[in-house]
């Protein structure tokens, strides 16, 4: 994975974009799916293996489950806004397993499990992968992947973000 910060500014950042009303709850949500494929780490302790569709990278990282997590989430507290609710939580469940395939470490991505189960990475692997450990993202290690990700994720999502505020600064002052 990358960090934990990383898949959460990502998922910030298409919130703010798209949601003109930058719902507190989505924004809380959003993050919270960015950051919950990672949890298929518990296949580990289980002994499934690694390239095993429910392995790490695998079902929670495809483009089915981002589907079925967002519309179920959209139908239960979306109220009357589950398209925006939908549209938010899709993208940002799915970007937590483009930043992986972005990365310089572990397996493939699963995208099309169960339909297909080879693993993908992108011809772009600039995402350094960062430690699970507290003690190791202090480390040098750590400081690598804050620089990667500072550089190939926080940059650009700021970026957005400027643009963004300014566009719409300006757009209500016509
Ligand atoms: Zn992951």
């Not at 990358?2 to 974009?17: D, N, R």
């Not at 499934?48 to 989430?73: C, E, K, N």
């Not at 040098?140 to 804050?146: A, F, H, S, T, Y």
Request: proline share 3%.
């Amino acid at each position: 994975m990358a960090s934990i910060f990383g898949h959460g500014l990502v998922a910030y950042t298409t919130t703010k974009v798209i949601d003109s009303k930058s719902n507190k709850l989505l924004v809380f949500l959003a993050i919270l799916s960015a950051i919950l494929p990672d949890l298929d780490v518990i296949a580990f302790k289980f002994g499934i293996d690694y390239l095993h569709p429910l392995g790490h990278r695998g079902f929670t990282h495809s483009i089915l489950f981002a589907l079925i997590w967002s519309g179920f989430v959209s139908l239960l507290l979306g109220k009357n806004r589950k398209l925006t609710f939908m549209i938010v939580l899709f993208l940002s469940t799915v970007s937590h397993g483009i930043l992986d395939a972005m990365t310089t470490g572990g397996k493939g991505v699963g995208f099309f499990i169960p339909f297909e189960n080879s693993r993908y990475f992108f011809p772009t692997q600039v995402i350094k992968v960062s430690p699970i450990g507290v003690e190791q993202f202090f480390s040098e290690w750590g400081l690598r992947v804050i620089w990667s990700e500072l550089k190939y994720i926080a940059i650009p999502c700021f970026i957005i973000l400027i643009v963004h505020y300014v566009a719409r600064k300006l757009k209500s002052q016509i």
